[in-house]
């Protein structure tokens, strides 16, 4: 078997997969896992040498660093932050670009946390959704209200991709605004 | 530049793929992919090259999926490359560590390692009525794209003896690290890396049309072949575990050094030759050929004489000979511009109600 080749198909997949989940936010895509982990399937795909990555979990990244060539790197320094569930601390650390250069803002990929986890119905709005969507997201309101406020002075901002269950994906840009349901 | 949201036609456009295959298939169905690489394998290497992406597989498949169209071809393989993981660098390919299948010097006659004429249609006369009778003694032939490197041998460049006697002209390098086009496009002034890699990539007919400007009268280059090769390269990579560098492949590329005229060198104030270089993916003589010339065109300004410099020129050179670019500009020109082409009709309208009786 040609590993290459299949990380290659597998990123392929993925890549559509990611441009669909970011175009229509709330709207869960289908992921291919590598390595048994959606969550380095979406690493593979993401990085590569010139950019810097940030990793809190149990996963190995050893060798995603190997094939793809990137560095890990500060919080505040990296160009992706990776977590196995969703953390407030590297969201508040996370780079939101400066005005001249929004484009550098992180993208955040973080895991679905295991079932039974506190979650809350959210009502997204925004390009790529056709006038509001309903949707129950894995996060506590104090995560929803830190997230509205990096992505506070559009263009900056950061774009988040959430990972699993089931091999699904989901995506929020700094486009979407969240309203919390009751 | 402005354009008007088009909506309908969605039918009609589904159906027009579907003849375009229909149409491909009809004609070119049976063609396999192994006989476009085996039997067009120039073809082949020149797309490899301007689509920038090493693939023989690829490369044929993309000529058999743009029925023969070059230029479409070539914007497969980028659109594919594109799709690629970028993993890393590999080490630097030296010119002179290739395994020859064919070295030629018009510079020298006897040269070390001897002119090595190889596979070439140089000594081929071009007559379709005795093409029959040519080709079939070379039916049980080896292809071109697999003789094996280990069959190869190694040549010093023919200029190395010039070289060794210091009358070869170096350039200042002011770059630390190679530029990488792939990555980000240059400012002016173009470093010289960045402008031979958009070279390597350029289409092989701008290219030739470019270079062949300064042998015809807007400049002075009319160069002799140094070196001129055909062979393979063998590709390094430091292994992402041990560091260690691990051969990974060879790729079969044509390197081509073009000696001009001489000029004052500008480190010691001696007069040396002046010396192009040109690269390319596969066998490619011909664009490695022109591609040397402008490179001496352009880093070398006495060859751009006369007042109207083109392959001199780095700003015309780099904007102008990328295939998918200048295919893409010219074939969007397709696409609906009513809303531009009404402003055009009002402005003429305007113009002839103003105009003096």
């Known amino acids: 078997m040609n590993v290459e080749l299949d990380i290659e198909k597998v990123n392929r997949h993925n890549f559509r997969s990611c441009l669909a989940a970011l175009a229509e936010p709330g709207k869960t895509q289908p992921l291919f896992p590598l390595f048994d982990s959606e969550l380095l399937a979406l690493a593979s795909l993401l990085l590569y040498p010139e950019v810097g990555y940030h990793y809190r979990g149990t996963l190995d990244f050893q060798l995603i660093e190997a094939i793809s060539g990137a560095q890990g790197t500060a919080v505040d320094a990296a160009d992706y932050l990776f977590a196995d569930h969703p953390d407030p601390e590297l969201l508040s650390g996370a780079k939101v670009g400066t005005a001249e250069s929004p484009e550098f803002g992180a993208t955040l990929v973080f895991g679905w946390p295991p079932a039974g986890h506190q979650q809350h119905t959210v009502r997204l709005r925004g390009p790529g959704i056709d006038g509001v969507v309903e949707v129950d997201l894995p996060f506590t309101g104090q995560f929803f209200e830190l997230l509205q406020e990096r992505n506070s002075s559009f263009p900056m901002g950061v774009d988040l991709l959430l990972v699993g269950p089931d091999q699904r994906l989901l995506g929020l840009p700094r486009t979407t605004t969240i309203e919390v349901c009751g | ?357």
């Not at chain 2, 093409?131 to 039916?139: G, K, Q, V």
């Open chain 2, 1 to 357: 530049m402005s354009y008007v949201a088009i909506k309908g036609g969605v039918e009609a456009i589904r159906a027009s793929k579907e003849l375009f295959r229909a149409q491909l298939t009809a004609d070119a169905g049976k063609i396999t992919d192994q006989a476009v690489r085996e039997g067009l394998s120039f073809a082949c290497d020149r797309i490899m090259g301007e689509g920038a992406l090493y693939s023989e597989k690829l490369a044929a498949e993309a000529i058999r999926r743009s029925g023969g169209d070059l230029l479409e071809a070539a914007f497969y393989l980028r659109a594919h490359r594109s799709t690629c993981q970028r993993i890393g660098e590999s080490a630097p390919v030296d010119g002179a560590a290739l395994r020859i299948i064919r070295r030629i010097s018009a510079a020298f006659k006897d040269i070390p390692g001897g002119q090595i004429l190889g596979p070439s249609c140089d000594y081929v006369i071009r007559l379709l009525a005795s093409y029959r009778r040519e080709s079939a003694p070379l039916a049980d032939r080896q292809p071109l794209a697999d003789c094996a490197p280990d069959e190869l041998s190694f040549v010093p460049s023919a200029l190395q003896a010039l070289r060794d006697a210091d009358r070869i002209l170096r350039l200042d390098c002011r770059e630390d690290q190679p530029f990488d086009v792939t990555r980000s496009f240059p400012l002016p002034p173009y470093p010289r890396s960045a402008l031979m890699q958009v070279m390597a990539r350029g289409e092989t007919g701008a290219m030739l049309a470019f270079a062949y400007t300064s042998m015809r009268g807007y400049g002075d280059v009319h160069p002799t072949i140094g070196d001129l090769r055909l062979g393979v390269a063998e590709i390094f990579f430091s292994h992402p575990f041990t560091g260690k560098k691990v051969k990974i492949g060879g790729i079969r590329v044509t390197a081509c050094e073009t000696v001009g005229a001489f000029s004052r060198d500008r480190r010691d104030g001696q007069l040396r030759l002046a010396v192009g270089f040109g690269f390319t993916f596969g066998y490619n003589e011909t664009k490695a050929i022109a591609m040397s010339i402008l490179d001496l065109a352009m880093h070398h300004e006495g060859y751009s004489v006369g007042g109207l410099r083109i392959a001199g020129n780095p700003e015309i050179i780099i904007h102008h000979v990328d295939a998918v670019e200048s295919m893409g500009f010219t074939n969007h020109f397709k696409l609906p511009h009513y809303v531009t082409f009404q402003a055009d009709l009002q402005v003429l309208a305007r113009a002839r109600e103003n105009e003096q009786p």
